[in-house]
């Protein structure tokens, strides 16, 4: 399954993020290259906050999708960091998330090259067994 995430939608999850995280203790935006760069340029322009090159503590550490955690889990132990995905394939634990999803869907994210993006999910389900 394949879901077109819109822009629309996107700014809605920023807004939405945005008024959950607790922003008088962040110092700063770290976006997880490469999914979460413009989920942190946004949240910058919105919280008036700097984008930071690498975590730190007390940070706000942003990415697209939590899938298996591989990714995120290398910034779990950063204190102080708040942590937020616009999509996550696991209920959440220690992270937040603006959707959960299933773990069998493909999201396109508005930034995406449509085609590229169909390239990407069969590579994805042909890693996972799916096809």
């Not at 995120?72 to 209920?91: D, E, P, T």
Request: aromatic share 12%; hydrophobic share 35%; net charge neutral.
């Amino acid at each position: 399954m394949t879901r077109y995430y819109t822009w629309n939608e996107f700014d809605e999850s920023v807004e939405y993020i945005a008024n959950s995280c607790n922003i008088s203790k962040l110092t700063g935006i770290y976006g997880v290259p490469r999914g979460g760069l413009c989920l942190a340029v946004a949240l910058s322009h919105k919280l008036n906050l700097e984008i930071i090159e690498k975590p730190k503590q007390n940070s706000l550490i942003v990415d697209d999708v939590y899938e298996t955690g591989h990714t995120l889990n290398n910034f779990k132990n950063i204190k102080g960091a708040q942590y937020y995905v616009l999509f996550s394939k696991k209920r959440p634990t220690w992270w937040n998330s603006v959707n959960i999803t299933e773990d069998n869907e493909w999201i396109v994210f508005p930034w995406e090259d449509k085609h590229n993006a169909l390239i990407d999910k069969v590579k994805f389900q042909k890693n996972r067994g799916l096809i």
